[in-house]
């Protein structure tokens, strides 16, 4: 079973499966490999619905997880379920009568307006690396960037004349964002430091002149958030739930952001509607007979 497992992980790899993506894998199925070495159980004929089923019960046992957490790992099993079967290593599909639990519905967390500003002027006033900080947070508010795409980001990808920047999405799926006047003033001010950088060049560097990771992008923004002050927990990916509902806020229609966003379906992008109650209280204020008394 590990063999294949580290097989299928190879394979994710190849298929340009974000990092973030492939350690959640990782972890999920090195616990469902944990479970089947304790109970002496370590080849193919283990992958059953049963075992599953009894996997999942062992979870609840220990841990109580959330359910989206669950249907994570659920997920990380079908997909090896899927891959061994394409390789003809499984006879039948254990997940073909096993049912999952619904999904859910938790709304992104996003900040105010003013918190936002307050974010990136912070980034902008950055002890060591104020034209770095100021153009990854300017970016990464001006175009709604995952983790992944901004640190996939090279120099060429930014298209100063027509305001665009060409990224590489889940899936490979290339899109085109818009980017803000203060993003692409704040990109021209890091790249005019740097020592001649290249069109193929990474667009963001850490401080050994690097290209940037995730993890280093993790560092940056957990670090500018606890100089930000701000009383909530704020992750690289509240910038993007940010930008969505901010657009969303200021008239922006559905199918645009779900472009933006590199949404494959606009189920994905409605929840963002849940969250615009600063426009829906607006709309509501200016229709309501009895709201303007």
Not at 89 to 106: Q, T
Not at 116 to 129: P, V
Not at 283 to 288: L, Q, T
């Amino acid at each position: 079973m590990e063999e294949w497992i580290n097989a299928f992980l190879v394979h994710l790899q190849n298929k340009n499966f974000s990092p973030h993506t492939i350690r959640s894998y990782r972890a999920d199925l090195q616990e469902f490999l944990l479970f089947l070495k304790k109970r002496n159980q370590n080849d193919l004929r283990a992958f059953t619905s049963a075992t599953i089923r009894s996997f999942l019960a062992s979870l609840q046992t220990l841990h109580q997880p959330a359910r989206n957490t669950v249907l994570r790992k659920i997920a990380s099993l079908r997909s090896l379920a899927a891959f061994l079967l394409e390789q003809g290593k499984l006879e039948r599909n254990p997940f073909k009568l096993l049912p999952a639990p619904k999904r859910e519905k938790i709304l992104p967390k996003f900040l105010s307006v003013p918190e936002t500003e307050r974010l990136l002027d912070t980034a902008a006033h950055s002890k060591h690396f104020a034209a770095r900080d100021k153009a990854l947070f300017e970016l990464m508010y001006s175009s709604g960037l995952r983790r992944s795409e901004v640190t996939g980001l090279r120099v060429k990808d930014i298209d100063f004349f027509n305001g665009i920047v060409k990224v590489l999405g889940k899936g490979s799926k290339e899109r085109l964002v818009p980017v803000t006047d203060a993003a692409l003033d704040a990109l021209k001010t890091y790249l005019a430091c740097r020592k001649n950088p290249q069109p193929d060049d990474a667009l963001f560097l850490n401080k050994n002149g690097k290209p940037l990771t995730g993890d280093g992008l993790a560092y940056i923004f957990k670090n500018t958030a606890i100089s930000s002050h701000l009383a909530r927990k704020v992750t690289p990916h509240s910038l993007r739930h940010s930008f969505a509902t901010h657009l969303l806020n200021n008239g922006c229609d559905l199918r645009s952001l779900q472009e933006m966003l590199g949404h494959k379906s606009l189920a994905a992008t409605q929840v963002y509607t849940h969250v615009s109650l600063e426009k829906l209280k607006s709309v509501y204020d200016h229709a309501h007979p009895k709201s303007k008394e």
